[in-house]
């Protein structure tokens, strides 16, 4: 599904990777983890082509190197990207979907979220919750079909019945994810294949234990 292949990633002059080699396999739902500010976010992006990132090495998706393509193509392909911070468009919500999809997954999707139709006709992210806005972007993501989820803090501003219909959305539906958040309670109603941790400018995996020696003791010990 998707392979990196002695990837490293800057901003500008900060390095924030250097000589990663993993790989996501199909349908494979793996936690992202690492201190605040270590570059999570900037990973994900880089992974949808979005810029200031400078990337080398190479991204292999579904057996094709997609290092060089742009976001929009990336997209055709399967790669979706959950925003942790979202802006105002003056769009409906409805509007948007019906360009990137149909009526009948548009349906799907709102059924999953307990959504009415009615939602469909506000404004994207104008004068809604912070809950409302992820679920926005849990819409546009369904609605895309995508083969690798790319989520980042789904669970931010999201009160405790909404996270749990988001977390049955992610376990249930079929695509790889690279999911990234900070709550222990998230993590626990994940069904989580991998863990992952980003730390001194590399990804290794880690197990339940380390995991728990993080939640009690924080990165320094790891």
Known sequence: ?????????????????????????????CLLLGPNGIGKTAFLKSLMGFPPYSVVGKIIFNKEDITSLPINERFKRGIFL???????????????????????KIEEALKMLNLSKEFLNREINKSLSGGERKTVEMLQM?????????????????????????????????FSAIIVTH?????????????????????????KEELERIVKEGYGQI
């Open 1 to 29: 599904m998707l392979e990196l292949e002695n990837f490293g990633l800057k901003i500008g002059e900060r390095e924030i990777l250097a000589d990663v080699n993993i790989k996501i396999n199909e349908d494979e739902k």
């Open 82 to 104: 959950l925003f942790q911070d979202t802006e105002e468009i003056n769009v409906r919500i409805g509007r948007l979907l019906k360009l990137i999809s149909s009526e009948e």
């Open 142 to 174: 369904l609605v895309s079909s995508p083969k690798l989820a790319l989520i980042d803090e789904f669970d931010a501003g999201v009160d405790f019945s909404l996270l749990k219909t988001f977390t049955q959305v992610i376990n249930s539906n079929k």
């Open 183 to 207: 709550n222990y309670s998230t993590i626990s109603m994940l069904k989580i294949n991998r863990i992952l941790l980003l730390k001194d400018k590399n990804i290794r995996e880690i197990d």
